[in-house]
């Protein structure tokens, strides 16, 4: 099949105002993403892993601001090509991206729908913005969705309010509003983050099936690298705003090698063996704040193969070490 | 093995609105409905479940912060027995020192307004059981064992990131030299690589100081590792209590079944698996005869529909609450993973040979 890139990061940059100050949030992210694939973002809290998500529809804080980089976005039907960054983040263009060619599901089902209207009107309400069909048509359209993620007796949820819903049939809702419109892009920002381990496993298995029938192309944002390698065709580790380590899933999670990479599936506690029952490896001190961000490489001050003279240098350079698989370290030259 | 403590029919009862207008029957969510267990001395339970299923109630009323509505919770400290559930106010007071907590959220569980050592310290004042420089001597010794360091002791909560408050709540635990620690999802508010040190120290002071915890999360894999024994709760009820590896490889409870289905694999080329549909249903009108019922993809009988099943043991040391646990073949965690011949992505993992890199790289540099 030939490879039809969707979306492509170049050296994105955001940085936080900060009392007339540019406090760098996310420090040069570059990716690809090709049509109909899934690409997990993985890394700690507070390492740029929504912000860059968010910017992708330019959805940032008034604090935030794109200082560099391109986002690039493939039409494909109309072979257009879409630079996101210069768009106007209140114009009326990147609001026919939002919710048509590019959509999101939150983690928090409960605070992203509108607690005032109806499900059915709010998933109506994304429909009828973005494709011109009658009122009548869109209900149709909503309850046929609504069955689709497996939401039982859709033609009465459709006038259901959204604290009627558990959290499970909330996200549900959502992935059928995500999808309303057949966007080329979902993203995913942690969406089974405040679900139970049955219902994740339900989710998951339908954004699965939404995945396999509309060939749809998600960006899985998680923190939990067992659902993104469940989820994901390739793998993005980021740590403080810059990625360390991309590749295929099962390449990063057979052969990681970027020290962080190794020390993040090692403190994962696993099942494989209990009766070993062996220590954790945990990554020693924590992630340093915002303001005293290391020189050189930022996991500097936690890796056990400091060099002195080369680690504190500068950041170093993404390399592909093997097909597809990119390391962001000074051990790999 | 001895016994430390023994719950008995535990039943708490939240009283939540009236059937009709007039009031004639009250209606209740039975959050801890009838439950039994024991916890050995310097073992750790695991009590695992949805959230919604009880868990955090039962661990707050064996320690009566939230009062029992029935049943018996013994304490055996030392010589004395002790029934925790019958307790006037002040005689629980002082076995409180026996008994710890350790909460969820290590943002809101310590008081922004006081500096680290003075809540390290405050349980000691408030029994009056040290002052002066035997509590400044004291406090840092539990600091120091939990990885604080002594110059922080004088800083307030809000200097500190998430792994280390829960440090800090954990030396509060211990300051009293408590036997027994209910800990309350730890480490579900961290981030994975602070996960993991905390677990190595809850381990480490189990360990040095003979500590019993009652573990409770909704993350299997931490209590796989934390717990020597796990017990599965299920609207209010135990379904299933066992030795962890029994839990998670060789279940008899259905839905022990389906929780251990639904963990994503280590590896991540297995295929997905099926996993139970539906919600767990609300504990205000839990379903007739046995609560998983109207989930259970193997009940089929009416003896499941009317008949609610008691734990009774199955096997020596496993108590399972399922009409059929005898006769149904179950599967674990592992079940695929074993049968394709992977044990654990650790086994098939390349080892890179990063020191061996890093030492290359250094002598070209000298060079």
């Excluded at chain 1, 996310?26 to 912000?51: Q, T, W």
């Excluded at chain 1, 990147?94 to 599901?105: C, E, Q």
């Excluded at chain 1, 193969?305 to 698989?325: D, R, T, V």
């Excluded at chain 2, 009108?285 to 009940?299: D, S």
């Amino acid at each position: 099949m030939e490879k039809k890139i969707l979306l492509q990061v170049k050296n994105l940059q955001i940085s936080w105002l900060f009392d007339k100050a540019l406090i760098p949030i996310v420090y040069g992210v570059d990716f690809n993403l090709e049509s109909g694939k899934v690409l997990g973002l993985v890394g700690e809290s507070a390492c740029g892993k929504s912000v860059t998500a968010l910017s992708l529809l330019r959805l940032l804080a008034k604090e935030l601001k794109i200082v560099n980089g391109e986002i690039l976005f493939w039409e494909h039907n109309g072979g257009e090509t879409i630079d996101i960054t210069k768009l106007e983040s209140r114009g009326k263009d990147i609001r026919k991206i939002r919710g048509g060619l590019v959509s999101m599901i939150f983690q928090e089902p409960m605070s992203s729908f509108s607690p005032l209207y109806t499900i059915g009107y709010q998933i109506m309400e994304v429909i009828l913005l973005h494709s011109e069909i009658s009122k009548k048509e869109a209900q149709e359209r909503t309850i046929e969705l609504l069955n689709k993620v497996g939401i039982a007796d859709a033609r009465n949820s459709f006038k259901s309010y959204p604290f009627e819903f558990s959290g499970g049939m909330r996200q549900r809702a959502m992935i059928a509003k995500a999808i309303s419109c057949n966007p080329s892009l979902l993203i995913a920002d942690e969406p089974t983050t405040a679900l139970d381990v049955t219902i994740q496993a339900q989710i998951l298995n339908l954004m699965r099936d939404m995945q396999h029938e509309f060939g749809t192309s998600i960006i899985f944002i998680s923190h939990d690298l067992g659902v993104v390698g469940q989820m994901a065709d390739e793998i993005a580790i980021m740590y403080m705003g810059k990625i360390i380590e991309r590749g295929p899933t099962k390449e990063i999670f057979k052969n990681p090698n970027h020290p962080y990479t190794i020390k993040l599936l090692d403190a994962i506690p696993r099942l494989g063996n209990l009766e070993a029952r062996r220590r954790l490896e945990p990554i020693r001190g924590s992630v340093p704040g915002l303001f005293n961000r290391p020189h050189g490489c930022t996991f500097n001050d936690r890796c056990d193969y400091f060099m002195s003279g080369i680690c504190g240098a500068s950041f170093p350079e993404l390399k592909e070490i093997s097909e597809n698989h990119f390391v962001a370290c000074y051990l790999y030259g | 093995m001895s016994t430390l403590i023994e719950v008995k029919d535990l039943k708490r009862y939240f009283p939540v609105g009236r059937s009709n207008f007039l009031g004639r029957h009250r209606i209740f969510l039975r959050a801890v409905d009838g439950v039994s267990f024991e916890i050995q001395k310097s073992e750790s339970l695991g009590l695992v479940g949805e959230s919604g299923s009880g868990k955090t109630t039962l661990g707050r009323t064996i320690i009566r912060l939230i009062e029992p509505t029935s049943g018996r919770i013994i304490f055996k400290n030392k010589d004395e027995t002790i029934d925790i559930a019958t307790l006037k106010h002040n005689e629980l007071r002082r076995q409180w020192r026996h008994m710890q907590m350790i909460f969820q959220d290590p943002y809101s569980s310590l008081n922004q307004r006081m500096t680290v050592k003075e809540i390290i310290g405050e349980s000691l004042i408030a029994n009056r059981l040290a002052s002066g420089d035997e509590l400044d001597e004291r406090v840092k010794n539990i600091a120091l064992l939990c990885g604080l360091k002594i110059g922080q002791l004088r800083r307030y909560p809000h200097a500190f990131s998430g792994g280390q408050r829960q440090r800090i709540a954990i030396a509060r635990a211990l300051i009293m030299h408590p036997e027994f620690i209910v800990c309350d999802e730890p480490v579900s508010a961290l981030d994975v690589s602070i996960q993991a040190q905390i677990l190595n120290l809850l381990k480490d002071l189990q360990q040095e100081l003979k500590l019993t915890y009652l573990f409770i999360a909704h993350d299997l894999g931490a209590v796989a590792y934390a717990c020597e024994r796990v017990a599965v709760m299920y609207l209010g009820r135990l379904v299933e209590v066992a030795v962890t590896e029994k839990i998670y490889y060789t279940p008899k409870h259905p839905y022990t079944e389906a929780l251990m289905s639904s963990i994503p694999p280590d590896d991540p080329g297995l295929p997905i698996k099926k996993t139970i549909t539906g919600e767990q249903p609300s504990p205000i009108n839990p379903p007739t005869g046995c609560p998983f019922h109207p989930r259970c993809k193997y009940a089929d009988d009416d003896r499941c529909r009317t008949e609610i099943p008691e734990l009774y043991e199955v096997f020596p040391g496993h108590f399972v609450s399922c009409h059929y646990a005898e006769s149904l073949v179950l599967k674990g965690a592992l079940h695929q993973e074993i049968a394709s011949g992977v044990e654990g992505a650790g086994k098939n993992r390349v080892i890179n040979d990063l020191n061996k890199r890093r030492d290359k790289i250094i002598i070209s540099q000298s060079k």
